[in-house]
């Protein structure tokens, strides 16, 4: 077997590494113990491939080696105060029985438990104001949110109320007029209705209208005609009263000065208000929430509404001063925190990529099929073709993981001047991690076979819910688009430039920075071919000479974000500490890096960066890596630190354990 050395800040495996120590957990009992010497067996029962799979079935722990997996958990989620202001509270808060995983509730009554959680939620903050002026934390009740049924209801309602919500409020001036109480301590929720029926991604265009009142000093809001209806926010009653903040366009005198946002009550304990119309939506699968058209006719609000900050103040003689010059400036800032919405979708979307992965792993780890031997039972793990593949989605998790934690950081701590660069890096991960959940929620499902269909394990949820993350906050290529327009177009950003590749032939594949020089001469190729296509047929509109450098763009843009995550990846195996831990990720990093020179090695071996050999050695070395970390699988999981009670209430992740009055049928 090829050895594998990974080249990150250390030498390879710590003695006794792979297979694992002794004693580091022991074989699944019940329905499927080994069974020594059960029979006879059929021809061919003594060759090396069947004594591989009794090998890897009887290293297989069920429960993973505890000291690495306390590491990878530091790594993934950090430690001491910051750990617990982050991540703590909320894996205490979905561990509470009000949140365990139950399905079989009606639409209506999922709808209404989504705010009963935003109510504990609220109850477990000290500050709701502190919390909406906090990304990491925020980000961090997405991630765990994510995770209970599905993650669409309570995450959805308390990402509009805390971020959309609650934090466009704090990022504008602050008006003494407004009781921010109510809402802080969820006597009224908040919703933020920007998006129309007819204006999504080109939500600058919207008609929503607020015209100011000279003589009564307000303003008028007004939906001009039915494409102008605020489409999909939670504006009915359930859940109790309600206020939005409404994105529409301010006239004064006639004068078109732009969107900005309004405070707008809707509801009260008796109803709706005057002149707001509701109405419901069918029920959107993935997050059974109060979805609705909204529509106002001619609702007077008090000056006291209108956001106002840099972007635009009005004055006492009806005169806009703004540090914008352009309408489409303003409006930006004004929805600036769909930035922050961006990070709370991709932390979503990553703690449902580590709840799925870890579901399935599990499965798989007690779930037994037939042996070679006549009579033998083996856990489905002890197959490549089954733990191969979520090896892989456990590899992509922890790099989507680490690519959220290093964007996060740079949102949390850039300039002013870095706001552009800090917005980039934002929509690229969001893009990327939201993508890649997709995959992963498909692949969890499908190892579990049709009993991952039944709404009570879990994982049915999941794909859903991700497929919201994917389109809010921006449509992913939409934001995709605009982000490589800027990288093409020679927007600066931190990312290091393209390392020297070796001569094709002299570098090792198992060399992650090696890995990692030929990922960025990918994206650099990339770059390169949309430069060349915009360039040619300067004659052509904008459009068309678009439309040809577009695809090599958005490659671009995807091996842009893939280098991200590598980075993201490799400095966190440089700061393991733990030796089994940091060998186990380094592997990991490996696998995952040559999972995504994969489809790349043509471009690669065209341009002399790689060789013939380097392409025929890398299945091989991959499957070596699949070697060393099947016997881990649990280890790996283990780090996802998903609470006992969440996967107590979760019958495939129980192994033996499992009831099977849950199900009407099962078979796989």
Same mark, same amino acid.
Not at 137 to 149: K, M, Q, S, T
């Given at each position: 077997m090829t050895v594998v050395t990974t080249h990150v800040g250390g030498p390879g495996a710590p003695e006794g590494a792979s297979p694992p120590a002794q004693g580091s957990g022991s074989h699944v009992q019940g329905s499927g113990s080994h069974a020594e010497g059960s029979g006879a067996q059929a021809e061919g029962s003594g060759s090396q491939g069947e004594q591989g799979l009794e090998a890897l079935a009887a290293a297989l722990p069920a429960v993973g080696e505890v000291q690495p997996a306390r590491e990878l958990a530091r790594l993934l989620f950090g430690c001491g105060q910051e750990?617990?202001?982050?991540?703590?509270?909320?894996?205490?808060?979905?561990?509470?029985?009000?949140?365990?995983?139950? $399905?079989?509730?009606?639409?209506?009554?999922?709808a209404a438990l989504a705010y009963t959680w935003l109510r504990l939620v609220n109850e477990s903050v000290e500050d709701a104001e502190s919390l909406a002026r906090d990304p990491g934390?925020?980000?961090?009740?997405?991630?765990?949110?994510?995770?209970?049924?599905g993650g669409g209801g309570l995450c959805t309602v308390a990402s509009i109320h805390y971020n959309l919500f609650l934090g466009s409020l704090v990022d504008h001036d602050r008006d003494e007029r407004r009781d921010l109480s109510q809402f802080t301590s969820l006597r009224r929720v908040g919703t933020f209705l920007c998006t129309e029926v007819d204006h999504g991604n080109d939500s600058a265009a919207l008609e929503t209208t607020a015209v100011f009142?000279?003589?009564?000093?307000?303003?008028?809001?007004?939906? $001009?005609?039915?494409?102008?209806?605020?489409?999909? $926010?939670?504006?009915?009653t359930t859940g109790g009263p309600k206020t939005a903040v409404v994105a529409a366009r301010l006239l004064v005198d006639g004068r078109d000065q732009g969107v900005f946002l309004f405070l707008t009550p809707l509801s009260d304990e008796r109803g709706l208000l005057p002149g707001v119309e509701v109405r419901e939506l069918p029920l959107r699968s993935g997050a059974p929430v109060d979805h609705c058209l909204t529509a106002f006719h001619q609702v007077r609000l008090p000056r006291e509404a209108l956001l106002e900050a840099e972007?635009?103040?009005?004055g006492q003689d009806a005169t806009l001063s703004s540090a914008f010059g352009n309408r489409r400036k303003r409006f930006l800032h004004s929805i600036g925190r769909v930035t922050v919405g961006k990070l709370c979708m991709s932390g979503a979307a990553v703690g449902a990529s580590r709840a799925a992965v870890g579901i399935a792993v599990r499965y798989g780890q007690h779930r037994h099929v037939a042996g070679p031997k006549a009579g033998q039972r083996l856990p489905v793990n002890a197959h490549r073709t089954h733990h191969g593949r979520l090896l892989h989605a456990t590899a992509t998790a922890y790099a989507m993981t680490f690519?959220?934690?290093?964007?996060?950081?740079?949102?949390?701590?850039?300039?002013?001047?870095?706001?552009?660069?800090?917005?980039?890096?934002v929509a690229i991960a969001k893009g990327w991690i939201t993508w890649q959940a997709r995959a992963i929620a498909a692949e969890c499902r499908e190892r579990c076979g049709a009993q991952g269909l039944f709404a009570v394990n879990a994982l049915s949820g999941y794909a859903p819910y991700i497929e919201g993350t994917i389109t809010a906050e921006g449509d992913n290529l939409v934001i995709w688009t605009k982000a490589a327009a800027e990288l093409l177009l020679g927007h600066q950003d931190s990312t290091p430039a393209p390392s020297p590749v070796p001569a094709a032939g002299h570098g090792e594949l198992s060399d992650v920075f090696f890995l990692r020089a030929l990922l960025a001469r990918s994206e650099a190729i990339w770059h390169a071919r949309a430069r060349a296509a915009l360039r040619r047929d300067r004659f052509e509109g904008s459009v068309a000479r678009w439309n040809k450098a577009s695809s090599a763009a958005l490659e671009m843009v995807r091996a842009y974000a893939v280098l991200r995550?590598?980075?993201?990846?490799?400095?966190?195996?440089?700061?393991?500490?733990?030796?089994?831990?940091?060998?186990?990720?380094?592997?990991?990093?490996?696998?995952?890096?040559?999972?995504?020179?994969?489809?790349?090695?043509? !471009?690669?071996?065209?341009?002399?960066?790689?060789?013939? !050999?380097?392409?025929r050695e890398l299945p091989v070395l991959a499957d070596a890596l699949l070697d060393g970390l099947a016997p881990h699988m649990m280890t790996l999981v283990d780090g996802f630190d998903l609470p006992e009670q969440f996967l107590d209430a979760i019958p495939l992740a129980g192994g033996a354990g499992i009831d099977l009055a849950h199900y009407a049928h099962t078979d796989g």
């Open positions: 750990r617990e202001r982050n991540h703590g509270v909320w894996r205490r808060l979905i561990s509470h029985q009000a949140f365990r995983h139950s $399905p079989g509730r009606s639409p209506a009554q999922q934390v925020l980000a961090g009740l997405h991630e765990w949110a994510a995770i209970v049924d009142d000279r003589e009564g000093g307000g303003f008028i809001l007004n939906t $001009p005609h039915p494409g102008a209806e605020k489409f999909m $926010p939670n504006t009915s972007h635009g103040r009005l690519l959220h934690r290093s964007v996060l950081s740079g949102w949390v701590r850039h300039s002013g001047e870095e706001r552009a660069e800090a917005e980039r890096q995550a590598a980075d993201a990846f490799i400095e966190a195996v440089e700061q393991a500490a733990e030796p089994l831990a940091r060998h186990l990720l380094g592997q990991l990093c490996t696998l995952f890096l040559l999972d995504q020179l994969g489809a790349r090695t043509g !471009d690669l071996l065209a341009e002399e960066h790689i060789s013939a !050999d380097h392409i």
